[in-house]
């Protein structure tokens, strides 16, 4: 049986891509040029953004057919990072609506945070270019734990640094392993459905205690 919110919650705790913060536009520019670099075409925005919660590892498979173990892939990787790391915040913007919802929060006094499977290489950073890390109460990457998500412990460290319930706290994400580690940390999770989601339907799957279309329907919710 699906959980009721918390009101009020103890925290809000974020997933990054494809949750909070759009950052599928240098995504893709950046797979596109690392592609032009080896002489092939670009390809389609709309066939790259639905994989962007996966990461680089992702990118790679889907810019080249490349498997960690095949010959080239550690090139291209690190090419990528290097190429994203460059320009990491050209076209990335939070999900219209989605300052409102902050701004709700902390007028409300509840604190947000962020627990991501993004390294802290590029998170914080990002974080700093869109002046969301004086805001954010609490930014875990996987550098910070030993287990990262679907595992419970970054969701719990980051309830402890911000003093929060894990019980009474949210957390929001656009994959089945955010609403997994939510559940695992014992917190009411809601799944977004507009992030990068390959098959929306699938979303009704994970059995998120509530899930919403767009960012609106969040707004609402949270409030």
Same mark, same amino acid.
């Given at each position: =049986? ?8 103890? @925290?809000?705790?974020? $997933? ?16 596109? &040029? ?11 925005? /709309? !066939?790259?953004? #639905? ?7 992702? =990118?790679?498979?889907? !810019? ?6 095949? #010959?080239?892939?550690? *090139?291209? &990787? ?6 994203? *790391?460059?320009?990491?915040? *050209? ?5 219209? !609506? ?7 929060? *902390? ?35 996987? $550098? ?5 998500? #679907? ?10 640094? =911000? ?11 656009? &994959?089945?392993?955010?609403?997994? /580690?939510?559940?695992? +940390?014992? =917190? ?19 059995? +998120?205690?509530?899930?919403?279309? @767009? ?9």
């Amino acid at each position: =049986m699906a959980r009721p919110l918390p009101k009020p919650p103890s @925290t809000v705790l974020f $997933d990054l891509d494809g949750t909070l913060i759009d950052t599928a536009p240098d995504f893709i520019r950046c797979l596109n &040029h690392l592609r032009q670099e080896h002489q092939l075409d670009p390809l389609p925005a /709309a !066939g790259i953004r #639905p994989h962007v919660s996966d990461g680089a590892r992702a =990118m790679i498979r889907l !810019g080249f057919g490349l498997e960690p173990d095949d #010959p080239g892939y550690r *090139e291209r &990787h690190a090419r990528f990072l290097d190429l994203y *790391e460059a320009g990491i915040c *050209e076209e990335t913007e939070l999900f219209t !609506g989605m300052d409102r919802l902050l701004a709700a929060l *902390e007028d409300a006094g509840v604190p947000w945070g962020i627990v991501t499977n993004k390294p802290v290489r590029f998170a914080e950073p990002l974080l700093a270019a869109l002046a969301l890390d004086g805001r954010c109460s609490a930014l875990i990457c996987p $550098d910070h734990v030993n287990d990262r998500k #679907p595992a419970p412990e970054g969701l719990h460290l980051a309830c402890e640094r =911000m003093g929060a319930a894990p019980g009474r706290g949210i957390y929001v994400g656009d &994959h089945v392993r955010d609403i997994e /580690a939510g559940r695992n +940390a014992g =917190m009411v999770t809601v799944a977004v459905r507009y992030g990068y989601i390959v098959q929306p339907a699938e979303v009704d799957l994970w059995q +998120a205690d509530h899930t919403v279309d @767009t960012v609106d329907e969040l707004v609402k919710l949270l409030q």
